[in-house]
Structure formats: structure tokens, C-alpha cells
């Protein structure tokens, strides 16, 4: 059974006339168990892009990466498999009604490689109606509570419309989750990170071929450790307050503050998918009315339900005190993580701008980010930066664009942008 368990990081002492609670929130789980096998059943669905721009190489490498993932699916598990170009199809099972999933089990593994074999490169991209079909799927198998999707592709949308896509990204939003992958550098990254953030996943780039079949074992590893199906972060403030965001800043940054449902007049609830043995970090940010020196407050109660059960819980405090010496202090916990936010920011901003052509902006932006890296301790982030700028000094975040840069690198900096380092020491 999962045991969860939460801990709260801040500095609770406010200066008078003060109203600002900053509070990072730790929330852990252990022995989250397998996917589907704590109640209700877990699905799979496996989406390949099959269309002409994957050419023979991208191809065949998505042919034995799917098979990889199939062989990782645990026996008793509902999947699928969609193949997908200017129009998506069901690969496998071959079924003309009725549920559109069936079961995992050696006769099924075997039958959906050969189907999977069978895929060759043609036609467009309509990754929306990927996402339909995917989603009708599900929706055809009664009872399953944990729905997850591993979807691949190598090109841009071109085959309906920016408003066709935002339809089925807003039509899929809490029907399943997604992890994205693109393959080569002829995607775009901000159309791919769309579909992941609004789908509670991951999005990242597979430079080569050959390390298609290792990501897809490793994501679908991942999403077979989930053994908590759902659960929701609930924030519950005092009367007259006001929630002014609410992000998960570790392991990546997804700002959750425009996904939150009314749970009761006092608590909002903001998704969080499917959880395995893991940690994640929390930054909430909570508006008082000003109290006297000497008052305290409880400033909020993050909890973490499973269905309609509090499984941890954290209490986030307000003390106003005239002791300059306690309200001026940022909790280290609070100071890192609004960097690593300002970071993934600054990476996004700045690619944008040299994108965009506008190589003053793109120089000040990256700058920042590798400042911010450094200051922060993100070595995969300044890592990445090194091979976009030239970085002449660190500390005061002074880079020159590099003349000549890999787009895959461009690339890759971008999807870890939201990638996050937790606090040291």
C-alpha cells in the first residue's frame, strides 16, 4: 500500500503591514506498487508516427522501440496501439466495435509486434486526431482508472489547423496523460510541450535513432511503477485569502494555478496524474490580510487526496514579528526553486528571441539562464547552454551567441528548459 508523506519548507515570520506566504511543499510516496493492480484497471496506448517524413531509418527504429514498450506492459494490462499520419488509425486489435483495448498477455504482446511490423512511412501530420482516436479508446473500456499514452512523432502538425489540435489537446485534459517524444529536429518543441503540459506529462527530444527503443523502455518502465492511479494536491486558504499560484517546481515546472477546481468555498484541487516511488516539490504562494505584530496564522493546508482521501498533508504558518532579523530571511528551499522557475523562463524566452531573429534579447535571456544555472546548481542547464552561447562570464551571466549552433542542441536545451535541480544540501 502507498505511504505518502509531506514536509514544508518557508519562512514563516512576515513584517508588519506583510501579506506574502511563500512555502515550498515536499510530498513523497513509497510503495506505490504496479499500475493496475490496487484497484481498477491501468491502460496503455502506444501512438507512432507513421507518416512520410519518418523516412526508412526513423521507421524501422519506431517499429522496434514500440515492440520494446510492449515487452514492458505488464500481463493484464488494457493497450493499444495507433499509428498515426493525416489520419490516425487503429493498429492493433483489429476491432470494428465494441472496446478498443484488450488485455496484455503473451498472445496479445506477440500479435501487436506483428502488427507493429507492418508499419511503413506515408502521408501527413494531424497529431489532433491522434489524440481523438486515443482518447475514444479509452473511453470504449469501462473502469479503467489509470489511462497513459507514449506518443512519438518527427514533424510539425501540418495537416489541420492550430485550432483542430487546441480542440483535441482541451477535449483529451484529464482523460489520460501523455509523455512525448520527437525524433530528429523537424518538430517543434513549443507544439509538442503543449500537448505534454496539458496532458500531466513529459516532453524531451531523441537526437539518434538508435536510442528510440531505450526511452521507450525506460517511459514505459515508469508509467507500469505508477500504482497510485490518480491523486490531487488540495490547497485549502482561511477566509479572505487569496491563492496566488500554485507550481510543481521539482522534478520539472508546470504552473498548475489555472488548472484548479472548486473542492469547498475554502479549497481548490489541482491534478497531478498518476504517482510511483517518488518526490515532488511544490511552490504555493498564499495572500493574507495583514495582521498585527505579535498575531500568527494559519496561512494554508496543502494536502495530497487519493479519491476523496487525505493521505499527507502540510501546514504553511504566518507570524508577524517586527524582528527585521526574521522577516527579512528567504527560505533557501523558497529562493531556489523561484530561480529554477525564472530559468526555465529565461531558456524559453531566449531561444524565442534568437528564433525570432532579435539577438539582443536572446543574448540578455540566455545570459540570465546561464547565471541562473549557475547560481542554482543545474548542471544538465549549463551543460546544455554551453553549446548554444559562448560564456565569458558565469556569475555576471555575460555570453555571446554562438555563430554556428546543432539545432538538436537548440532542441534539447529547450525540452530540459522545465527540467529542475533540487535544492543542495
Known sequence: ?????????????????????????????????????????AGEIIIVDTSGSMGETNMEAAKNAAIVALDHIVDGTYFAVVAGNHQAYLAYPVTRGGQGMVR??????????????????????????????????????????????????????????????????????????????????????SEIRRVAQALLGTV????????MGAVFAELMQKSMGRGVA???????????????????????????TNRSRQVNPLTLGYPTGAWGDESRDYHVAVRLAAKAVGQEQL????????????VTQGLVKAKWSSDDTLTTRINPAVAHYTGQTELAEAIQQGLAAKAAGDDATATTKLGRAVQLAA???????????????????????TVRLKKSVDKADEMALDTASTKTTRIRG
Open 375 to 397: 547560481e542554482t546548481g543545474n548542471e544538465e542547464a549549463t551543460a546544455k547552454l554551453r553549446k548554444v552561447v559562448d560564456v565569458q562570464n558565469e556569475d555576471t551571466g
Open 230 to 256: 490518480e491523486a490531487e494536491l488540495r490547497v485549502w486558504a482561511p477566509q479572505g485569502a487569496q491563492v496566488m499560484f500554485v507550481r510543481q517546481v521539482s522534478p520539472t515546472v508546470e504552473d498548475l
Open 1 to 41: 500500500m502507498a505511504d505518502f508523506t509531506s514536509a514544508v519548507y518557508q519562512n514563516e515570520f512576515l513584517p508588519d503591514g506583510g501579506t506574502d506566504v511563500n512555502a515550498i511543499v515536499t510530498i513523497s510516496c513509497t510503495g506505490a506498487g504496479t499500475a493496475g493492480q490496487s484497484g481498477g484497471d
Open 204 to 211: 524531451d527530444i531523441i537526437p539518434h535513432p538508435t536510442q
Open 104 to 189: 496484455m498477455d503473451s498472445s496479445s504482446r506477440f500479435q501487436a509486434a506483428q502488427a507493429i511490423r507492418y508499419f511503413h512511412s506515408d502521408g501527413g501530420t494531424a497529431i489532433g486526431s491522434w489524440l481523438n482516436l486515443t482518447r475514444a479508446l479509452f473511453n470504449s473500456v469501462p473502469g479503467l482508472t489509470q489511462r497513459h499514452a507514449i506518443l512519438l512523432t518527427d514533424g510539425e502538425n501540418h495537416n489541420e489547423t492550430p485550432q483542430q489540435l487546441d480542440a483535441a489537446i482541451q477535449a483529451a485534459i484529464g482523460q489520460f496523460q501523455c509523455d512525448c517524444r520527437g525524433i530528429g529536429v523537424d518538430w517543434k518543441v
Open 299 to 310: 496561512a494554508a493546508r496543502v494536502q495530497l487526496s487519493v479519491g476523496e482521501n487525505v
